[in-house]
C-alpha cells in the first residue's frame, strides 16, 4: 500500500511537457499535446518548483583582518566595447534580443495551457537571461534588422523619444 501511495505523489508531482504550437496562420499555442501535424512543434519540459535554500552561514573573518581577500579566485570582469554600449540578451530558451540599459536576471511569461479534457488553465514560465556588453551601433543593427527569436523584446524608442532627439540609435 505504502509503495502505491508513494508512486501517487511522485506522479502527481511529475510536471508532464508543454507543447509550444505554431499554426499556418501564425498564432502560437501551448498544450499538453502533441501539436498536429504541419504545425511548427517544440516541447517545453518545465522544471519542477526549486525546494526552498536554507540561507548561507556568513564566512568567519579572517584573522588578519579586514585587508585579506575572502576569496582567492576573483572572477575576470567583463570588459565593455569602447564606445556607447548596449547589451546582447540571451534568454535560456534561445531568445536573443538588444537593449541600451542591462539585462534582467530573468523574464516571465504569463502562459494559458489546455489539457486534454479543454480545460484551460495559466501558468507563469520563467528563464534566465545573460547580458553580453556589445558596441551600440551593433545592437542598433540588429534591432533594425529584426527577423529572430525574441526580436519583439528588443529595445526600441518609441516616437516621442526619436522627434526629441532621444533615440540611442540616432
Avoid at 564606445?83 to 494559458?112: K, L, M
Amino acid at each position: 500500500m505504502s509503495e502505491f501511495l508513494a508512486l501517487l505523489v511522485a506522479l502527481s508531482l511529475a510536471k508532464p511537457p508543454v507543447y509550444r504550437c505554431v499554426g499556418g496562420d501564425g498564432v502560437v499555442r501551448f498544450q499538453d499535446t502533441p501539436c498536429a501535424a504541419g504545425e511548427a512543434a517544440r516541447e517545453i519540459r518545465l522544471r519542477p518548483e526549486p525546494e526552498p535554500a536554507a540561507l548561507p552561514l556568513p564566512e568567519p573573518i579572517a584573522e588578519g583582518g579586514a585587508g585579506e581577500e575572502a576569496d582567492p579566485t576573483p572572477q575576470a570582469p567583463v570588459i565593455p566595447p569602447p564606445g556607447p554600449v548596449s547589451w546582447r540578451c540571451e534568454v535560456e530558451n534561445g531568445e536573443v534580443y538588444f537593449r541600451h540599459d542591462a539585462c534582467p536576471p530573468q523574464i516571465s511569461e504569463p502562459v494559458a495551457l489546455v489539457n486534454t479534457l479543454g480545460e484551460t488553465f495559466a501558468t507563469v514560465l520563467s528563464h534566465r537571461v545573460r547580458g553580453t556588453p556589445v558596441p551600440r551601433a551593433e545592437a542598433c543593427r540588429e534591432i533594425e534588422r529584426g527577423g529572430r527569436f525574441g526580436a519583439e523584446r528588443d529595445q526600441r524608442a518609441e516616437p516621442y523619444d526619436k522627434l526629441s532627439g532621444r533615440d540611442p540609435c540616432r
